[in-house]
């Protein structure tokens, strides 16, 4: 089942936020078409690691994140620079349900097209508006990334232990999280549309998308609560809730915040049965050392197989090249292969969606004249926009 059939998507994303975003709409059906500078394209395109077309294909090397954020979307090249590249993305526009813009504020207006104008050309019109800190307020229209997102959220400030500053994050929370909080924002407002028939601008803010990740911090410290970070009982404060090193050098985590859980870990480790193992306190700098010291002696696999006799919230800590050998997430088919251009192209499969079969990521420009003409473009209107320069770059294909 795909819900979003029909619905059509014109994508103006890049790099990973927005993409992301456009990646759930198109696996839940939508029809996504990616607008790409004729140039440089989606500067993903060429971020190592690239993956090359198997011998004699004709696809140019392409980054292995690109091939995993963009299936199931279309791609066209137009030059939204030049006047003619304007005026056709305006009659574009009018075909289009959905425009995801991941540009800085104000930059649609320097091109000529504010978001006012793709409303007024079609009242329909759903406007996601993708950016670090939103579309109005004094940070408006500065720079920033995935890190400087979560400072300013507040939430790389929990990261690590007191000892020591803030930890980064091995993964991009605030992109995956914009991306996310888009397609939340644009199914809400499909829903509204179909009672009144108008669209909106959803105005999407990073750091703001951030936030919801430290609700349970956030929430103390509303309430008048300090907050010492490593100290509480999520963030370090206590033995039951964890990362420990293994005998082999490898590691694990344990979450046995519940008594339950706790006393079953002691059992079967010969600690004593004792509830104040999950009760923050000083007592809990000695405890720490001795859980350490006790998963220090056994090498990981060895830990699994306490985890599978011994309910405890006790997890192996997997390295992302171990992910699909994993017998629970092959069982669950988390992983899937797309035939492609670039060869088999091994995919994650999103939660709570089934695709059904997917179509390989775009080559750049691969589908600009097909768009075009659907939009209602005849070959001499195209050939007027390759002439002047608006859609150089990749030869399109139909």
């Not at 540009?103 to 019109?125: C, E, I, S, Y």
Request: charged residues 20%.
């Amino acid at each position: 089942m795909q819900p979003l059939h029909g619905v059509r998507v014109l994508d103006l994303t890049r790099l990973l936020p927005g993409p992301f975003a456009t990646l759930v709409l198109a696996d839940l059906g939508a029809q996504v078409d990616k607008l790409e500078d004729p140039e440089a394209g989606d500067y993903l395109r060429h971020m190592p690691p690239l993956q090359s077309a198997p011998a004699g294909g004709a696809a140019e090397p392409t980054s292995a994140m690109f091939l995993a954020l963009n299936r199931n979307k279309r791609s066209i090249c137009l030059d939204l620079k030049k006047p003619e590249g304007r005026a056709a993305f305006l009659r574009l526009v009018a075909h289009y349900d959905v425009v995801v813009d991941q540009f800085r504020p104000k930059v649609m207006d320097r091109l000529g097209l504010p978001h006012a104008t793709l409303l007024a050309q079609n009242p329909r019109l759903i406007v996601c508006a993708l950016t670090g800190y939103g579309q109005t307020g004094p940070l408006a229209m500065r720079a920033g990334h995935d890190i400087d997102y979560l400072a300013r959220a507040g939430i790389l400030g929990l990261q690590g232990p007191q000892t020591s500053a803030p930890q980064l994050p091995g993964f991009q929370l605030a992109d995956v999280s914009g991306g996310l909080w888009c397609v939340i924002g644009i199914l809400a407002a499909l829903a509204e549309r179909a009672h009144t028939g108008v669209g909106k601008i959803v105005d999407v803010s990073m750091t703001e998308t951030s936030m919801p990740f430290g609700i349970l911090s956030l929430a103390s410290s509303l309430a008048g609560q300090t907050h010492v970070r490593g100290n509480e009982p999520l963030s370090g404060g206590i033995a039951a809730y964890g990362v420990y090193a293994t005998k082999d050098g490898k590691f694990v985590a344990l979450g046995a915040l519940e008594p339950k859980f706790w006393l079953t870990f002691a059992a079967g480790v010969g600690l004593p049965p004792d509830v104040t193992g999950i009760v923050p306190g000083e007592h809990q700098t000695e405890l720490k050392q001795k859980v350490a010291a006790i998963f220090a002696s056994r090498p990981r696999a060895e830990w699994e197989t306490f985890a599978r006799e011994h309910d405890c919230c006790l997890e192996p800590v997997l390295d992302p090249r171990e992910l699909e050998k994993d017998a629970h997430h092959t069982s669950r088919g988390v992983f899937f292969d797309v035939a492609s251009p670039w060869g088999s192209l091994r995919q994650l499969k999103l939660p709570a969606i089934d695709p059904g079969p997917s179509r390989p990521p775009p080559q750049q420009g691969e589908h600009t004249d097909g768009v075009l003409r659907e939009a209602g473009f005849d070959d001499a209107a195209i050939e007027t926009l390759r002439s002047s320069g608006t859609l150089r770059g990749t030869p399109s294909r139909r």
